[in-house]
């Protein structure tokens, strides 16, 4: 079983729409959680970091539940530029582990 | 400033043959990483450089896969008797440490894509 489990998509959407995916996690001592965007063919990009209480970077709103080791992201409102792959990563000590991503297009 | 860079950016090797990947890291990082990335996954970590100290080599493959950092700047992953299986992107990340995380933010760079014929 892999360590992060994600739903690769893709995630078709219009622009304006609204687009929410997750992942789940095993290792029940991670401490942080993050999540990456990573462009085709470029390296990931921290996006936000993600608290237990939830929270948002403008559209984006992130959520974290400890007990069922559950991550969620949220984009409102969604822009051409937000085509992309985004990344679960739960991090323990110095090692990051990464999902293998949710694919997410919008289009015009 | 600059980011961290990594060189060459694409390489083509013939199995079996040796090769080695440069990381320069962000200036000052002492923290730096090496993943692998194979195509449609999330990367993989390799290893862990604090300063020029190699304190975890967990995810290194196989023995054919060596990283060093001697001065505790740039990095060195070295890849000898490459196989088919070794065809990825790979990526370096480099960080401070932030709190009582010796981890910190990292930042990544390009990557170099290996492929191997």
């Known amino acids: 079983r892999k360590e992060v489990e994600q739903d690769p998509g893709p995630f078709n959407v219009p622009e304006g729409a609204t687009v929410a995916f997750n992942c789940t996690y095993s290792?029940?001592?991670?401490?942080?959680f993050f999540w990456y965007r990573q462009d085709c063919r470029k390296e990931p990009k921290l996006l936000m970091s993600?608290?237990?209480s939830g929270n948002e970077d403008g559209r984006f709103t992130a959520q974290l539940n400890r007990a069922s080791q559950y991550i969620s992201l949220l984009i409102r409102d969604s822009k051409l530029s937000d085509s992309a792959t985004y990344l679960c990563?739960?991090?323990?000590?110095?090692?990051?582990?990464f999902g293998a991503g949710t694919t997410v297009t919008v289009r015009a | 400033g600059a980011g961290v860079s990594q060189s060459p950016r694409y390489k083509v090797a013939k199995r079996g043959q040796d090769v080695a990947l440069r990381c320069d890291p962000i200036?000052?990082?002492?923290?730096l990483f090496w993943y692998q990335q194979a195509l449609g996954q999330g990367p993989e970590f390799l290893t862990y450089?604090?300063?020029?100290?190699?304190?975890?080599k967990s995810g290194l493959p196989s023995d054919r896969f060596f990283a060093e950092r001697p001065e505790g700047s740039v990095s060195t992953l070295k890849i000898q008797r490459t196989q088919q299986e070794d065809s990825a992107v790979y990526l370096c990340?480099?960080?401070?440490?932030?709190?009582?995380?010796?981890?910190?933010?990292?930042?990544f760079g390009p990557g170099t894509r290996l492929t191997v014929t």
């Open positions: 990340a480099s960080s401070f440490p932030e709190g009582n995380n010796p981890g910190g933010r990292q930042y």
């Open positions: 290792n029940s001592a991670s401490q942080s």
């Open positions: 993600v608290y237990s």
């Open positions: 990563v739960p991090r323990n000590d110095y090692k990051l582990s």
């Open positions: 200036s000052g990082h002492v923290s």
């Open positions: 450089f604090q300063n020029e100290a190699q304190l975890d």
